[in-house]
């Protein structure tokens, strides 16, 4: 990481987020809904049951239901070195974990979940599903949606978090930047040059709930077969299988076709984005900035820094950063 790209983020102005106004009120489920299972890591079969919460609350999991360590779904909580997911754990005080959040949260953040309890059973991951969040978004709209009210049966105004000045993070050719923009936008872009059926993609899209549950909701996981036998030996994806992955070899192509998108990998990426960019959220407010976001082989580790410096609950540390693509 070059140090003007360390700079970029190691001095960030007070000015560059802000919060803005929506005109909206907080939302949060109308009725409680339940999804069972495979966890990716675990492969033991879960239960996440997503149930109604206040205004201010914001998102939070439950894990075999210890009400006293409730995890708020903000990226204070996320691991640094999570591999092959989203992890969530508090800081102070250990207790629970709760592995693979980020499709559940990227469909809650574009559909517009504010506030949810999130009671996980069975072990410590979110359902992989079909490996995509299509499911999620089907579960969502089947309870639909309504205005949360706080404790007291009062509205809150929903807040969105806005970029007004262009900040970036960048290790090697591995970035992630964002832009002042009037709407958000999301551009990625990801590149296996080992993959003659990968190989470089991009895809930019805006965001609003009929555009993601469209186009970016169905696009499932990946990985590549001559990588399987090593992650597994490293004790991850058990509950990995052709029914809720993709598998793409480097010398045959995909073992499970067909696509459901001729740049599926890419748009799993933006997917994948979502759900971590809704960890800025906190208090029932919108998770991701109205922005441009640009991102280039990032991945879940750079996307949670990035979303730490720009915050400014940590600084960058160039050491620590080595690895993260």
């Known amino acids: 990481m070059s140090s003007a790209a360390a700079q970029a983020l ?8 802000s919060w803005k106004p929506t005109r909206r009120p907080q939302q949060t489920l109308a009725a409680t809904v339940s999804r069972s299972g495979v966890g990716l890591h675990s ?10 919460a206040h205004a201010g609350e914001g998102r939070y999991f439950l894990v075999d ?15 640094p070195r999570s591999q092959l997911c989203t992890t969530l754990r508090r800081t102070e005080g250990g207790g629970p974990r709760v592995r693979t959040v980020e499709h559940l949260l ?3 953040e574009a559909l517009g979940v504010d506030n949810c309890r999130v009671e996980v059973s069975g072990g410590d991951e979110i359902p992989l599903l079909d490996g995509s969040a ?9 309870a639909g949606l309504c205005a949360a009210q706080d404790t007291s049966g009062r509205n809150l105004e929903k807040l969105a978090p806005q970029i007004n000045e262009p900040v970036y993070l960048q290790r090697d050719d591995c970035f992630i930047a964002a832009f002042p923009s009037l709407q958000i936008r999301i551009s990625y872009g990801i590149d296996f040059p ?6 470089c993609q991009w895809f930019s899209t805006y965001l609003d709930p009929n555009i993601y549950s469209s186009k970016i909701a169905p696009a499932r996981t990946f990985c590549i077969f001559e990588e399987i036998e090593k992650i597994r030996g490293a004790g991850l994806i058990k509950g990995g299988s052709l029914e809720n992955a993709m598998v793409c070899s480097m010398s045959g ?3 499970n076709p067909p696509v459901r998108f001729e740049d599926e990998p890419c748009r799993h990426k933006i997917l994948d984005l979502i759900g971590d960019f809704s960890l800025l959220a906190q208090n029932g407010n919108q998770g991701f900035p109205i922005a441009h976001i640009v991102a280039y082989k990032a991945g879940h580790a750079l996307h949670t820094h990035f979303l ?3 915050s400014g609950k940590i600084t960058v540390d160039q050491e620590e950063l080595a690895g993260q693509c």
């Not at 190691?10 to 987020?17: D, E, G, I, N, Y």
């Not at 239901?65 to 691991?79: F, Q, S």
């Open 194 to 199: 080992k993959v003659p059926a990968i190989e």
């Open 134 to 142: 299509q499911e999620w978004v089907e579960a969502i709209q089947s």
């Open 65 to 79: 239901g210890e009400e006293e360590a409730r995890l708020a779904a903000e990226v204070g909580n996320a691991e």
């Open 106 to 108: 990227s469909a809650m």
């Open 10 to 17: 190691k001095f960030v102005s007070r000015a560059a987020l």
């Open 253 to 255: 192509g995909w073992l």
């Open 43 to 52: 492969g033991a079969r879960v239960t996440a049951t997503l149930i109604p």
């Open 308 to 310: 730490s410096y720009l």
